[in-house]
């Protein structure tokens, strides 16, 4: 099966963080920080860290590349 190619707009995302992370999940298993980062900037309080939003609602996996990807908790 092919590739789906879906838009995900951030102005029609859940407002809150729990919400927004289940949403991307749903979407897609596994994400770079750098393609999370596109769907979370103004879920971002100031003086909190991308990293520190994101690890709080999923976990990092390293791969044996050094190359890191963030999944759902379980």
Do not use: N
């Amino acid at each position: 099966m092919p590739p789906t190619v879906r838009a995900l707009p951030v102005d029609t995302m859940p407002a809150t963080p729990m919400a927004r992370f289940a949403l991307l999940f749903g979407v897609k298993p596994s994400w770079t920080m750098r393609e999370l980062i596109a769907y979370l900037e103004e879920l971002i309080a100031p003086g909190t860290s991308a990293e520190t939003l994101v690890l709080k609602y999923a976990r990092c996996v390293v791969a044996s590349d050094g190359s890191r990807t963030y999944v759902a908790r379980s």
